[in-house]
């Protein structure tokens, strides 16, 4: 028998829950109402995740179609863009006419949704991806490492480099797995995935090796998934190609660390990877990051075309 008193303690809490989502999506819409009241009618409108996504495909945009008249609008996050999207995709007031969408695939992809001609998906897992590549660290090694003239030297780095990143993305494997699985069956994550490189794995110029660290601490979830989740999704997981379908936050951390000690080796008395190369009269300057290393990075396949129909 039903207890009404349960009955109707589920109703309300059911009630608080369609009042809270319709709060924020009300603050959504009128946040991003607010911000594009202050911009001409003229001038489309191009929703990111975040500041990264901001810069990079600024320099992207910028090498493809640099008259491109547009402002970024920096959504916070993949969800709150995509969810911005259904509203303005219900909104009849033309609000949503010259806006346009660019987020990551990840591991959950569109959340449920269809594709549209106004939203731009990686087809990595994310843009971080695009710049953690050997033809990027080419044009390193060319420009900022001084080895212009030394292709031979730079082709044995950079085989240096993919062995060692394939190895790191053996050891993280695990750790994108368990995230897999999170967005598959949409597990709440509780907290923020790891942001260190010493928390994923000890990273030197020659060799990667896992650290002791607990999955569960490192991308902690609401519940444990089961057996029977675990068995079903990893064959689905194992058909993923790691370097474009694994996190891409991960091996930005990895690339950026790996890079330094590349520094440190070719600025070494006794160089062990530029031996041949004579030592560099100008010094290697800057801090790698997303923002030194976003104008080198090649665009995804298909941007060209989004952005070829925007007017």
């Keep these: 028998m039903i207890n009404e008193n349960n009955l109707g303690s589920a109703q309300d809490v059911y009630l608080q829950k369609m009042k809270a989502a319709k709060s924020i999506s009300a603050v959504v819409k009128v946040d991003f109402a607010t911000f594009a009241s202050t911009l001409p009618e003229d001038v489309n409108i191009f929703a990111y995740e975040g500041p990264a996504d901001k810069c990079l495909y600024y320099h992207w945009i910028k090498r493809i179609s640099g008259g ?59 843009i971080e991806n695009y710049v953690v590549c050997p033809g990027l660290l080419d044009d390193l090694l060319k420009i900022e490492f001084h080895c212009n003239g030394y292709p031979t030297v ?72 089961t057996e029977e989740e675990v068995q079903n999704l990893r064959p689905y997981f194992e058909k993923i190609e790691p370097r474009t379908g694994y996190r891409g936050k991960f091996a930005l951390l990895f690339f950026i660390k790996w890079l330094g000690q590349l520094r440190e080796n070719r600025q070494a008395t006794s160089s062990s990877l ?23 990075a090649s665009a995804p396949a298909g941007l060209s075309e989004f952005l070829a129909q925007i007017s």
């Excluded at 219900?90 to 969408?101: H, I, Q, S």
């Excluded at 009269?281 to 997303?290: M, Y």
């Design 68 to 126: 491109l008249k547009y402002e970024p609008y920096v959504g916070k996050n993949k969800r709150k863009v995509l969810q911005l999207f259904d509203l303005l995709q219900e909104d009849k007031t033309g609000l949503g006419n010259r806006v346009f969408f660019f987020v990551d695939r990840d591991f959950d992809g569109l959340q449920g949704r269809l594709e549209h001609k106004k939203i731009f998906v990686t087809e990595a897992y994310s």
């Design 154 to 225: 730079r082709k044995e780095i950079s085989d240096q480099f993919q062995k060692v990143y394939d190895q790191f993305l053996e050891v993280t494997a695990e750790i994108n797995f368990r995230i897999f699985i999170a967005r598959k069956r949409k597990i709440n994550q509780i907290g923020d995935l790891p942001d260190r490189i010493n928390q994923l794995a000890r990273v030197e110029i020659t060799s990667v090796s896992s650290i002791d660290s607990e999955l569960r601490e490192l991308v902690c979830l609401e519940r444990e998934p």
């Design 274 to 296: 530029f031996g041949i190369v004579p030592k560099p009269e100008f010094a290697i300057t800057g801090n790698f990051s997303l923002e030194t290393l976003a104008p080198k």
